[in-house]
């Protein structure tokens, strides 16, 4: 099997070479390793330091965030004829000592995705806040787990760690539609396509004082993983999204014109209460809107997944041929 480990960093210059450094030369099952960093606008020398260290290098000119990059590195990966592909912080937060964990259940047939648990304790199994991660991010985290976690009737405690290994099956049947941040909405697309997956309590090492160059802004990551968290609703649950919105207007509404209704039955008028009568209308015929609106989109949904399923295809045969018209060379 041929191993492709990944790096999407910005401005890493001084840790990225000890990361692919660390890289184990070889593990159990693997034929071939092969290390590949993608440089998301990075200012410095960390390309450069990449190159030196014996990784393929994509320099990205300017920074397109970590959802693009990852798409680009998942496609390069493929063309160079992965058959996994393990992505690692370059800022040394994670040991890539640590890769051999994440791969072995894939080498040995187990899962087809497995992604580092970063708030299971290995040794006692159980839950807890890594040392100097701020409370804010930790909380934000079991958030998108537990939604996660919801949508995909499966129990996760860590939906947004980027240290994760994939098979060639898991890597094909990847498509990215956030600009942003990717980690929820993949594990959302590979639960949802049925994927075998394990999670593995890894160690984490949060320095303190020092600041993401991928994320930059925390509250700026939040309110796009809330609105991911929304549209991962929207998009792979929408009948129970959409039948969620339009409940309590409904039940309001309902409410509000049965009022008036036995108001009316007993006085033979509306007044004093015809304008709750009108806005209960209006919020009974909004409820009823919505939950229309989930039906057509729960119908759309299958027409999505028959095209992601043509897709993979398509990715399938395409890197196929690219992987034959290289070792023809």
Request: with cysteine; aromatic share 8%; glycine share 8%.
């Amino acid at each position: 099997m041929h191993l492709v480990v990944i790096s999407i960093c910005k401005d890493e210059e001084s840790t990225i070479g000890e990361v692919l450094d660390r890289v184990p030369k070889s593990i159990p099952g693997i034929s071939s390793i092969d290390k590949l960093v993608v440089s998301d606008g990075s200012s410095d020398d960390t390309a450069a330091v990449a190159r030196a260290h014996g990784a393929v290098v994509i320099e990205g000119t300017e920074q397109r965030r970590l959802a693009f990059r990852f798409q680009q590195a998942i496609d390069t990966a493929l063309e160079m004829g992965a058959d996994i592909a393990v992505n690692i912080d370059g800022d040394l937060q994670f040991d890539s000592g640590d890769i051999p964990h994440l791969v072995g259940p894939i080498v040995a047939g187990e899962a087809d995705f497995v992604a580092a648990d970063r708030f299971t304790d290995a040794e006692t199994g159980q839950r807890r806040k890594p040392e100097n991660m701020p409370s804010g991010k930790y909380w934000g985290n079991r958030l998108g787990a537990k939604v996660v976690s919801a949508l995909s009737s499966r129990d996760f405690n860590d939906v947004t760690c980027g240290f994760r290994a994939y098979n060639r099956d898991a890597l094909l049947s990847i498509n990215i539609n956030t600009k942003y941040t990717y980690t929820q909405e993949t594990f959302q697309i590979l639960a949802q396509t049925g994927k075998a997956i394990e999670t593995v309590p890894t160690h984490v090492t949060y320095y303190p004082g020092r600041r993401s160059r991928v994320v930059t802004s925390f509250w700026g990551f939040l309110a796009t993983s809330a609105v991911n968290i929304l549209r991962s609703y929207r998009d792979f649950a929408p009948l129970r999204f959409f039948v969620a919105l339009g409940l309590l207007p409904l039940l309001s509404g309902a409410l509000s014109v049965g009022f008036v209704g036995v108001h009316w039955l007993r006085t033979s008028k509306t007044s004093p209460y015809t304008s709750i009568g009108i806005l209960g209308a209006y919020a009974f015929s909004l409820g009823i809107i919505l939950i229309v609106v989930g039906l057509v989109a729960d119908m759309l949904v299958r027409s999505t997944r028959n095209q992601e399923k043509i897709l993979r295809l398509l990715k399938e045969e395409r890197y196929s041929a690219s992987t034959v018209d290289e070792a023809e060379l």
